[in-house]
Nanobody
């Protein structure tokens, strides 16, 4: 499976962005999908995940501001990000778990939040 993340860009503090992760090569409808991010000089961290049955889970710092969703007809997962802060600046990656680990990753999309 190939994952293509898009939708990043420059936004002011308090603004919103919606990231997309389009999958190709196979249907992802049954699989757990996730978003991660990596800020400059920091390790990659978990952001949110959504199961094939649409159950969601978020990192504490994103709860209430970020919403993960999926459109299985489009083989795409989204991350709606609201009330963005400068500390949300990072490269955002989508990933899927086909074999029990986060084993397929997209190339990342850069989100920059200006103060």
């Amino acid at each position: 499976v190939q994952l293509q993340a898009s939708g990043g860009g420059l936004v002011q503090t308090g603004g919103s962005l919606r990231l997309s992760c389009a999958a190709s090569g196979r249907s992802i409808s049954r699989y757990l999908m996730g978003w991660f991010r990596q800020a400059p000089g920091k390790e990659r961290e978990f952001v949110a995940q959504i199961s094939g049955s649409y159950s969601t889970y978020y990192a504490d710092s994103m709860t209430g501001r970020f919403t993960i969703s999926r459109d299985n007809a489009k083989n795409t997962v989204y991350l709606q990000m609201n009330s963005l802060k400068p500390e949300d600046t990072a490269v955002y990656y989508c990933a899927t778990r086909l074999t029990g680990a986060w084993d397929y990753w997209g190339q990342g999309t850069l989100v920059t939040v200006s103060s």
